[in-house]
């Protein structure tokens, strides 16, 4: 009987505001599609994903994203070089290492996703889900600035709840509204880079990174900044994967072979999340 094709298994939660696209981000990420119009999230939905973790994959992943255009002809840019590789497809069978180069075998992390409800409505039923979360995406949406105002309430309600080591990356969404194409197109940017990286300095978020789930744009460089630091984490020891309260657990922990989250709506009419 084969084991488990992941190694670890991270719980991470998606928060903001409503409409600012969380769902689509998880649903890019796990299904690798954009849904323009997705009903307004009730309570949680839920997805997953396997992806690589640790070195040779982080070790690959680095390089590409240091090369410049100069340094790579082929490619148009930093975000083209790193977005047009994508992740590897997750493994299917038992790793071992390899006799002829004796490297360790790469290391997977299936990421739990809990795509939460950004309504006040359900707030207080959004908070009780931040308890054994190792990681969170706090999303905003670019083009209103409203939403961005509001992320320190999401932050601050996320660290009363959760694991003082939550690993928090800052997501900016729908880049592509402040990306205009053509002459008529309009920038609908509200928030720049520079204010947004200001706030994740200043309240202790790991990273910011401008995602778009329509184009699929850094989308999933933002779920791995978080599951690399939950694997330095892990490395370093700062959880117990016996205890569901750290947010992760290992194979023991988790049971091998266990089935794969798939992602189950609980919709309501109108809006769009």
């Not at 493994?91 to 004796?102: I, L, Q, V, Y």
């Not at 905003?140 to 509001?150: A, G, M």
């Not at 699929?216 to 016996?242: P, S, T």
């Amino acid at each position: 009987m084969s084991s488990a094709p992941w190694d670890y298994i991270a719980k991470l939660v998606c928060i903001g505001d409503s409409g600012c696209g969380k769902s689509s981000l998880t649903i890019r990420l796990c299904e690798g599609r954009f849904v323009t119009h997705h009903d307004v999230t009730i309570g949680v939905e839920f997805g997953s994903r396997i992806v690589p973790v640790g070195p040779p994959h982080s070790n690959t992943a680095t390089a590409k994203a240091a090369l410049s255009p100069s340094d790579d002809p082929s490619s148009t840019s930093t975000t083209a070089v790193t977005e047009a590789s994508g992740l590897p497809p997750p493994p299917t069978t038992s790793r071992t290492t390899s006799p002829a180069t004796d490297l360790p075998p790469q290391k997977h992390m299936k990421l739990s996703l809990w795509d939460t409800a950004g309504q006040e409505t359900y707030k207080s039923v959004t908070r009780s889900y931040f308890r054994g979360a190792s990681g969170a995406l706090l999303v905003f949406d670019l083009s209103r600035k409203q939403t961005f105002q509001h992320v320190t309430d999401w932050l601050n309600d996320l660290r009363q709840i959760a694991e003082p080591d939550i690993v928090v990356v800052l997501v900016g969404n729908k880049a592509d509204l402040a990306q205009p194409e053509g002459e008529d197109d309009i920038n609908k940017r509200e928030v720049t880079r520079e204010e947004a990286e200001e706030w994740a300095r200043r309240n202790g978020v790991l990273e910011y990174v401008e995602t778009s789930a329509k184009s699929g744009e850094n989308v999933e460089k933002a779920f791995m900044r978080v599951a690399e630091r939950i694997y330095q984490n892990i490395q370093a020891g700062k959880y117990d994967l016996n205890d569901r309260r750290s947010g992760v657990k290992g194979p023991a922990a988790g049971g091998a072979g266990s089935r794969p989250v798939r992602l189950q709506e609980k919709k309501a009419a109108g809006g769009c999340c």
